[in-house]
């Protein structure tokens, strides 16, 4: 893809962000810019497109919800104005999330906050309970050995792993509360036993006890069920986390 056909593509994604384009040009101009840009992105920004399309309408109590707007776009009568397609898409995301939830879908970048006061807000128990049981399944496995360290009295003076970035962090990443904890600590995907215990006690201000054992390979946890588009968009936040941090360090 040429430099010019992806800032066309860009072009048209700005111009799809606003509910602006719907009030000016009406719903059917608005679904043609928008199918436009799906037929010339991959789902991960598409997916990404979808949430600035939400927030756009005014609908931002959505943004980050694991859900392809495309068919929901399609569904809408072409003479619907910004209120309608408000209303149906309120409705339609409101059934899909609780669907969703049934099946252990993932909550990871949806802001409670955002929707209070909204329809949206039935959605918040059932998330708040889905975040708490992600963490309680959850074991973060150290992969390595641990070493015990001593002083020149050989006093006992703590304990470090070998190699010691051997906390591996990628299961937590998909989890709600863990992506917020190690987004804001700047973790990447592996961390060390100083690292681990930042997390720690982190959750534990917050109420939460994580689990970590000493482990031969990577375990096997539960993970909530996302799209590879929302899994590739945190992976990719994950280890724009990690270089920013070895940058930091250096």
């Known amino acids: 893809m040429t430099e010019a056909s992806i800032k066309e593509i860009f072009d048209r994604i700005s111009k799809i962000k ?18 436009e840009v799906r037929d010339s992105v991959s789902d991960e920004l598409w997916l990404e497109v979808g949430w600035d399309i939400l927030e756009g309408m005014g609908l931002e109590e959505f943004y980050g919800c694991d859900y392809d707007i495309s068919t929901a776009l399609e569904n809408i009568p072409e003479n619907s104005d910004l209120v309608d397609i408000q209303s149906f898409l309120r409705h339609t995301l409101v059934e899909t999330l609780l669907e969703q939830f049934d099946a252990g879908g993932t909550t990871v970048l949806l802001d409670i906050g955002k929707m209070l006061e909204t329809p949206a807000a039935m959605l918040i128990p ?16 150290i992969v390595g050995r641990k070493l015990v360290l001593y002083d020149v009295y050989m006093n006992e003076i703590g304990m470090t792993t070998e190699p010691q970035d051997s ?16 987004l804001s600590l700047e973790m990447g995907l592996r961390t060390t036993l100083d690292g681990l215990r930042k997390i720690e006690v982190v959750m534990e201000k917050i109420g939460l006890h994580l689990s970590a054992k000493m482990a031969n390979e990577p375990i096997s946890n539960p993970k909530p069920q996302m799209s590879r588009a929302m899994y590739s968009i945190l992976m ?3 280890m724009g986390t990690r270089k920013k941090s070895v940058k930091n360090m250096s």
């Not at 606003?18 to 040009?25: C, D, L, M, N, P």
Request: aromatic share 14%.
């Open 18 to 35: 606003s509910a602006g384009v719907i009030e000016r040009y009406g719903f059917t101009e608005f679904l043609a810019f928008a199918k």
């Open 126 to 141: 059932r998330i708040v309970e889905l975040r708490k049981k992600e963490i309680e399944n959850l074991v973060v496995p």
């Open 167 to 182: 906390v591996h962090l990628d299961d937590l990443w998909m989890t709600a509360y863990g992506f917020q904890v190690c």
């Open 236 to 238: 990719k936040r994950a």
